[in-house]
């Protein structure tokens, strides 16, 4: 059997942290974020590469998304450093096939927004305990996840969220607050899947949750893809013969 080729794209979140003295990053993530992500895939079935921001080109180019089967992006405050180019160039790659899984705060990140064509913008709030719902139990995501389980920290993200209808709500969060956010969607762009999460938040350690990582595995089986064209030229139809 094949490997899933992943790619995951991270911030720095402990370079982050000291730029803001924040102490609970560093405690919530020792090793970053894409350790903790990288850690929900077993290496018999998936092959997880890295990439950041401080070596974009190198490791998000048109040779590297061609060997790649999913990108799991996590972004929060360096959306506008990304090269308008490299979004662009992820964009052209889901359309003709890849699948694409935005996590968190990449409501915001330039591959979602333009993938989505809506601004991404919510309300938001740090420190709540929150309840995810399984809305949609026939979905492959929601495959062995219990109806609902809990964070007991996470940021409170809440409606209105502006982007698209989407094609599933697997999941909706409900927040202590009294909020609700649509926190698991699914979009089809072109050939490629897209599916964004909402739990992720780097001052709580939600990606070493099991039910967090077994939700990433489903979206990655889910929208690794079944097609995957070359490019995304208009082909040309010969006339049809006269029956």
């Not at 929900?40 to 401080?54: C, T």
């Not at 927040?175 to 926190?183: K, P, Q």
């Amino acid at each position: 059997m094949n490997k899933t080729r992943i790619l995951v794209y991270t911030e720095d979140v402990l370079l982050y942290a000291k730029k803001i003295d924040n102490a609970n990053i560093p405690v919530a993530y020792p090793n970053g974020l894409h350790e903790a992500i990288a850690g929900a895939f077993p290496n018999d079935n998936y092959i997880v590469k890295e990439a950041n921001l401080s070596n974009i080109r190198e490791t998000i180019n048109e040779n590297t998304l061609k060997d790649t089967d999913v990108l799991i992006w996590w972004g929060h405050s360096q959306h506008d450093e990304v090269p308008d180019d490299v979004a662009a160039l992820i964009v052209s790659e889901v359309q003709k096939g890849m699948g694409f899984i935005a996590l968190h705060s990449a409501h915001f990140a330039k591959p979602f927004t333009r993938l989505l064509g809506t601004s991404g913008t919510l309300s938001w709030r740090h420190a709540d305990r929150e309840r995810l719902w399984v809305t949609a139990p026939y979905h492959p995501i929601a495959k062995d996840v219990p109806t609902y389980f809990e964070l007991p920290e996470e940021e409170m993200y809440g409606e209105p969220f502006d982007v698209p209808s989407p094609e599933d709500t697997v999941f909706i969060g409900w927040f202590a607050g009294g909020e609700v956010f649509r926190s698991g969607l699914t979009y089809r762009r072109g050939y490629g899947r897209i599916f964004y999460f909402q739990p992720g938040h780097e001052e709580y350690p939600i990606f070493y949750n099991e039910t967090i990582r077994l939700v990433l595995r489903n979206a990655v089986d889910w929208a690794c893809p079944d097609i995957r064209r070359d490019s995304l030229d208009c082909p040309h139809s010969e006339e049809t013969p006269e029956s």
